[in-house]
């Protein structure tokens, strides 16, 4: 059986005009034929991606081009198609908590774009003491961030905002 060539999807241009890409990338992802691997064009290294895609059955292998432009192909686990890294397919479960207490540190990443509220709020996450609880707002529903989260053992909550913003109470995990 012949594979078929990779589908590339260049998402620069949603990026840099402050979009949110995933939407685009998962319908991509669900257009590929049996065996098809995806070639995803992106202005950064979408490393919370990897953990989303593995969970799908998929490997991955980034590279950044000379341009600076980053070139990830993500190919079906157990494809002979392509030179795929493994990729970590940790998804640890999310306990189930309720937090109790109140957030030790909040974070407002409303009008910044993409990567940077996920960035910040990873960065804030891990800057925690284990048990300790964060808030966070912003503009759009972060999906990526969720899967992130989950896969570094973190409990979270998600709530829409009446201003049309997302609140995230995050508390980080104790191991």
């Not at 402050?18 to 064009?41: D, K």
């Not at 990830?72 to 207490?101: L, Q």
């Not at 808030?135 to 829409?160: C, M, N, Q, S, W």
Request: charged share 20%; glycine share 8%.
């Amino acid at each position: 059986m012949t594979v078929p060539s990779p589908l590339t999807l260049d998402v620069r241009d949603i990026l840099r005009a402050g979009g949110e890409p995933f939407g685009a990338i998962m319908q991509s992802v669900s257009a590929l034929a049996p065996g098809q691997s995806l070639r995803l064009l992106a202005t950064f290294r979408p490393v919370p991606l990897f953990a989303v895609m593995a969970g799908r059955g998929f490997t991955h292998a980034a590279q950044q081009l000379p341009d600076g432009v980053w070139e990830v192909r993500f190919t079906p686990k157990g494809s002979t198609n392509g030179d795929a890294e493994p990729a970590n397919d940790a998804t640890a479960a999310c306990p189930s908590t309720a937090f109790g207490i109140a957030p030790t540190q909040s974070l407002d990443n409303r009008g910044l774009p993409p990567p940077e509220p996920m960035l910040r709020t990873l960065e804030a996450v891990e800057k925690l003491p284990p048990g300790a609880v964060l808030e966070v707002l912003v503009d759009r529903e972060p999906l990526i961030l969720y899967g992130e989260l989950k896969t570094r053992g973190h409990a979270f909550r998600a709530d829409k905002q009446d201003d049309a913003c997302f609140r995230i109470v995050i508390q980080r995990s104790v191991h």
